[in-house]
């Protein structure tokens, strides 16, 4: 079983902090994906990264791939109360533990 | 984008009832779909993968008898939770993508929410 481990489980900062979350494991991935959950929602895309040491911005987020595709990292700059949420890595269907997000206003 | 609807989105139920979830994925076909369950505070585990025209794959520990799974057709996926206890209360959320498997994401349902009592 391929495992996503995910850091920090929770994280409460100040609006216009900045902040990253990681998600490593000790396997491989051809791809890892991101995804955003709000309370009693399905959780929601955010990006995927396939290609070691890949880069991608959305907006105020800036996500990356380890060059050995076994981790990856969520970088948000400027925290905003509307980031608050569940943040999920997952790869191969499966996902991490999450990382619970409060940006206080 | 892609669409894929679940209905309820919420149940309560008697103990030893069943209850089936229904998921759709509205403007794209799908061979494959995931169900996933969710306890509170918790990440989404997978129960089991649903194959179109086929048995379900189930995940280790998932019972399948319980658990039972129907992909009778490439937009509809059911879960039907039997004899339901109140330790089956969860979030159940269903997954599925245009083509059928993709290393670019999935959409995901809206989730139920299934209260047993």
């Known amino acids: 079983t391929q495992l996503l481990e995910q850091s920090p489980q929770f994280l409460s900062i100040q609006e216009g902090e900045n902040l990253t979350v990681y998600c490593n494991s000790s396997?491989?991935?051809?791809?890892l994906q991101w995804y955003r959950q709000e309370p009693g929602e399905g959780p929601v895309l955010l990006v995927t990264?396939?290609?070691?040491?890949e880069v991608k911005k959305l907006k105020r987020l800036t996500f990356q791939f380890g060059d050995a595709r076994k981790d990856s990292s969520l970088h948000i700059t400027a925290a905003q109360p509307g980031d608050t949420g569940l943040y999920l890595c997952?790869?191969?269907?499966?996902f991490g533990a999450g990382t619970r997000l409060t940006v206080k206003p | 984008g892609a669409v894929v609807s679940q209905h309820p989105s919420w149940v309560i139920c008697k103990s030893g009832t069943s209850v089936k979830i229904e998921c759709r994925s509205l403007?794209?076909?799908?061979?494959?779909m995931f169900w996933y369950r969710q306890f509170p505070k918790q990440s989404l585990m997978l129960m089991a993968t649903?194959?179109?025209?086929?048995?379900?794959?189930?995940e280790q520990g998932v019972e399948k008898d319980k658990f039972l799974i129907n992909h009778a057709s490439l937009t509809l996926s059911t879960l039907t939770v039997t004899s339901a206890h109140p330790e089956d209360s969860s979030f159940y959320i269903c997954?599925?993508?245009?083509?059928?498997?993709?290393?670019?994401?999935?959409?995901f349902g809206s989730g139920t929410r299934l209260t047993v009592v």
């Open positions: 990264v396939v290609t070691g040491g």
């Open positions: 997952a790869g191969d269907m499966r």
């Open positions: 649903s194959n179109e025209g086929s048995k379900a794959t189930y």
């Open positions: 403007d794209f076909q799908a061979t494959t």
């Open positions: 396997s491989v991935f051809s791809s």
């Open positions: 997954s599925a993508t245009p083509g059928g498997t993709s290393a670019f994401g999935y959409t």
